[in-house]
C-alpha cells in the first residue's frame, strides 16, 4: 500500500511535558523487593539498591516515577516505612494478598529515586484513610517547620524536605477490588476536603483526582463529571488508566488499541470541559494518564499464587514482538494528544508488568516493550507536531476505524532534529512512505530504526535477552513501514 505523511512546522499540538515519559514502582510482587532493592546482591549499593537495575532505569531517562500505589496505597499507613527498619510492621498486604515487610518506604525510597534521577509522583491512601494523614504525609515530606512530622523526618536523618511536587487523591476508587471503594459522591467530597488540606501545608504541589478506572467501567463519565463538579478548583489533573491486550489471540484487532486509548483521551477532555463551561472557569484540567500499558499475559498464572508471601512472582507478564509495537502505538497517541496529557506512567517499570525484568539473585534483561519506551522517551523531548495522513483504513473488531498508518513528530528544543514516531498497523502488507516535512529545509533522514519481525509471538527472556531488539533499516532514499511495525526515524538539519 501507499501512504502519505505531512509534516509541517505550523501544525504545533504543544509543547511536550517531559512528565510524559514517567513510569511507576507499586509495592507489588517483585517490583520493590527483588527488583530494585535486594540488600546482598551483587551489584547492591550502600542502601541494598540494583546497580544493574538502577543502570537500565536510566537508559531510559524516566522524569518521574509512581510510588508507592497502585491498589496498594487504599491500605497502606505511610509511617510504616519510615524511621528505625528494626521497628517497622510487617503486615498482610490486602491488596495483592501478600506480606508486606516495610524494608523499604519514603524514607527509602526517595533517596532511590534522586539516585535514578526521578522525581517522585506520590499517592495518598484515601481508602482506608483520608485527609488527615493526607495532609501529615505531605508535612513529612515537604515541610520546613519546626512541627510534629516535619521533626519526624528530620529525627529519621533528613533535614532536608524531600519536595515532591505532584500527589494522586487515592487509586482507582470507583474499583470494586479497591480497598475502600467509593461511590462517586462519596470520593468527590472526600477529594476536595484532602485537597484543601494538603494544599494547606503545602500551596506548591498539584493533586491528580481520580478518574474512573478505565472506559470500559459503568461508572466511567458520570464519575469524572462528580468528581469535577465538586473538586474543580482544588485539583490539577484527572487520572486515567488503561490496560490493552490480546487475549483472544487476533493480533490485527490488538493493533488497534492506540485508536481506542486516543477516543478514551478524547472522551475525558470533552467531560474536563464540559464541567469548565459549567463552571465558566479559566482553568484547564490536564490529564495524568498514570496507568498505562499491556497487561494480559500473566493473569492466569497469578491466580496460582499462594496468599501470604513476601514479594511473590505476581504481573510477570512476559511481552512479545506485537506488545512492543503497540506499546510504541500507545506513545504515539500520548504524544498525539500531549497538549491535555501532560503526565503519563508507563505502569510499571521493574517485574510487574514491565520493561525491566530481574533473576531475583541473579542477572537482569529487557523486555521487547523497552525499545519503543526508550526510543521515544530519549527523541520525543521537545514540541509535537501533528502529521497529516493520509492511508488506508480497515474495520476490525472493536475499534470501527483503524487507519493502517499513523505517526507524530517531534521537533527537539534546538530545532536541529525532527523525530517522527510511525506505525504500520496492517499485518503483512508493507506500506511505501511519501513523506513531506514542511518548512525543515536542509533536514535530511539519518536514522531508521523498527521494531518488526516474522514472529510476532517472538519475546526476550534471560537466557535469550536479544532475541527481539530493534532493527536498523537501511537509509536509500525510500520510507517502507513494514507491514506490523512501530518505527523512529529521525531527520537532522
Ligand atoms: O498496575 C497494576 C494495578 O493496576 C494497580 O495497582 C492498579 O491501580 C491497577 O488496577
Redesign the pocket.
Known amino acids: 500500500m501507499k501512504a502519505q505523511i505531512k509534516i509541517s512546522k505550523d501544525s504545533v499540538i504543544s509543547k511536550i511535558d517531559d512528565r510524559i515519559y514517567s513510569s511507576?514502582i507499586?509495592h507489588?510482587g517483585r517490583a520493590v523487593y527483588g527488583g530494585i532493592y535486594e540488600p546482598g546482591h551483587a551489584t547492591a549499593d550502600d542502601m541494598g539498591f540494583r546497580q544493574d537495575v538502577m543502570e537500565l532505569i536510566k537508559e531510559l531517562n524516566v522524569p518521574m516515577i509512581r510510588y508507592p500505589?497502585?491498589?496498594?496505597?487504599s491500605g497502606y499507613n505511610w509511617e510504616d516505612g519510615t524511621g528505625d527498619k528494626a521497628l517497622r510492621p510487617r503486615k498482610m498486604e490486602l491488596?495483592?494478598g501478600s506480606i508486606e515487610t516495610n524494608e523499604v518506604g519514603i524514607d527509602e525510597f526517595q533517596e532511590w529515586a534522586k539516585r535514578a534521577s526521578s522525581d517522585i509522583m506520590m499517592a495518598v491512601n484515601l481508602g482506608t484513610r483520608g485527609a488527615d494523614d493526607a495532609r501529615n504525609v505531605v508535612e513529612y515530606c515537604n515541610s520546613k517547620t519546626d512541627t510534629y512530622y516535619a521533626n519526624k523526618r528530620r529525627e529519621n536523618g533528613f533535614d532536608e524536605p524531600f519536595n515532591i511536587k505532584l500527589w494522586c487523591l487515592g487509586?482507582?476508587m470507583d474499583?470494586d477490588?479497591?480497598i475502600g471503594t467509593k461511590r462517586a459522591g462519596e470520593y468527590a467530597r472526600l477529594a476536595c476536603e484532602t485537597a484543601k488540606l494538603m494544599k494547606m501545608v503545602d500551596p506548591s504541589i498539584e493533586l491528580v483526582a481520580c478518574g474512573s478506572?478505565?472506559p470500559f467501567m459503568e461508572t466511567f463519565g458520570e464519575w469524572e463529571e462528580t468528581v469535577l463538579r465538586e473538586a474543580y478548583n482544588h485539583v490539577d489533573y484527572l487520572s486515567l488508566?488503561s490496560?490493552y491486550g490480546n487475549p483472544e489471540n487476533n493480533s490485527q484487532e490488538y493493533f488497534g488499541s492506540a485508536v481506542i486509548m486516543d477516543k478514551f483521551i478524547k472522551d475525558v477532555i470533552a467531560i474536563c470541559d464540559k464541567v469548565k463551561e459549567e463552571k465558566k472557569s479559566d482553568k484547564k484540567i490536564m490529564l495524568s494518564f498514570d496507568?498505562w500499558?499491556v497487561?494480559f499475559h500473566s493473569n492466569e498464572q497469578d491466580k496460582k499464587q499462594e496468599p501470604w508471601q513476601v514479594a511473590p512472582p505476581l504481573?510477570e507478564d512476559m511481552y512479545n514482538l506485537e506488545d512492543a509495537i503497540v506499546v510504541g502505538d500507545l506513545m504515539i497517541a500520548l504524544l498525539k494528544n500531549s497538549d491535555r496529557v501532560k503526565v503519563a506512567c508507563l505502569?510499571?517499570l521493574v517485574n510487574?508488568?514491565a520493561p525491566i525484568m530481574t533473576v531475583t539473585g541473579g542477572g537482569v534483561w529487557k523486555q521487547t516493550i523497552f525499545y519503543p519506551f526508550k526510543y521515544t522517551s530519549l527523541n520525543g523531548r521537545g514540541t509535537a507536531l501533528k502529521a497529516d495522513i493520509e492511508c488506508e483504513s480497515f474495520t476490525e473488531g472493536k475499534a470501527v476505524d483503524i487507519p493502517a498508518v499513523d505517526a507524530v513528530a517531534v521537533i527537539s528544543d534546538d530545532e536541529s532534529e525532527v523525530s517522527v514516531f510511525a506505525v504500520n498497523r496492517k499485518i503483512g502488507e508493507d506500506a511505501e512512505i511519501e513523506l513531506s516535512l514542511e518548512g525543515f529545509e536542509g533536514y535530511k533522514l539519518t536514522e531508521h530504526v523498527s521494531m518488526e519481525g516474522d514472529d510476532l509471538k517472538a519475546g526476550n527472556s534471560i537466557d535469550e535477552p536479544d532475541k527481539v531488539t530493534p532493527v536498523e533499516k537501511c537509509i536509500d532514499g525510500s520510507i517502507v513501514l513494514t507491514g506490523g511495525s512501530w518505527n523512529y526515524l529521525k531527520f537532522k538539519k
Open positions: 511507576f507499586e507489588l500505589g497502585g491498589n496498594f496505597v491488596a495483592w487509586n482507582e474499583g477490588w479497591q478506572s478505565g488508566h490496560y496507568e500499558n497487561w504481573l505502569a510499571q510487574v508488568i
